[in-house]
């Protein structure tokens, strides 16, 4: 069984970025998020860094002069392996989007995309960073026959929308267990493709 556990939504929230007027807008759209809110708003990472203080999520602008966005990641990464950090460009470039993402990010997010998609990716964000948890607001995925409580996790976050990379960060395995576990699923299910398995997944209960 994996048990997921509703957390009194009170979020901590670091923006970097050296944009005055969009950070200014995004403190809006994120005080959306939940009743509680607390935003700390840094220009430069360095500041961040000096900080030191605990957060539920990075919102890192993945352009600041001077400033490398994958070093930051790295240097958030060497203090904190499972903080969410997302990142906001206005690149379209695949190639940054894939560094990004190599470098440890969690997801990454255009700029000109609409108000509630961010919202959407940050609370899907958010929401798996306090998976995992047991408590009595918890619930709990149904047993599916042929699969084991492992590819039960993976199958329900391959629901999620999530890649084989981020569920085994997630889940602290290897992405090649991950995929070896996805394959059995697939021959044993008949599934052709990872859109398949999402409809699977919905029809026993994980989507």
């Known amino acids: 069984m994996v048990r997921f556990r509703v957390q009194e939504a009170v979020y901590r929230i670091a923006i970097i970025d050296d944009h005055r007027l969009f950070v200014a807008g995004l403190e809006l759209i994120l005080k959306r998020l939940a009743e509680t809110v607390v935003l700390d708003c840094f220009v430069a990472p360095d500041d961040y860094l000096a900080a030191g203080h605990d957060y539920d999520l990075i919102v890192l602008d993945f352009y600041i002069p001077g400033h490398s966005a994958l070093d930051t990641i790295a240097a958030i990464r060497a203090r904190d392996e499972s903080l969410p950090i997302v990142l906001l460009s206005s690149s379209v470039s695949p190639v940054d989007r894939s560094s990004a993402l190599s470098a440890g990010a969690t997801d990454f997010v255009q700029k000109h995309a609409e108000p509630d ?46 890649s084989n990379k981020e569920i085994a960060r997630f889940l602290s395995i290897s992405p090649e267990t991950v995929k070896s576990h996805l394959k059995e699923v697939f021959l044993r299910f008949g599934l052709r493709n990872r859109v398949e398995a999402i409809d699977f997944t919905r029809q026993n209960g994980l989507g």
């Open 117 to 162: 998609q961010l919202l959407e990716t940050l609370r899907r964000v958010l929401s798996r960073s306090e998976a995992g948890t047991e408590n009595d607001g918890g619930f709990e995925t149904p047993e599916i026959p042929g699969l084991t409580p492992r590819q039960v996790e993976i199958m329900l976050l391959v629901g999620k929308g999530y």
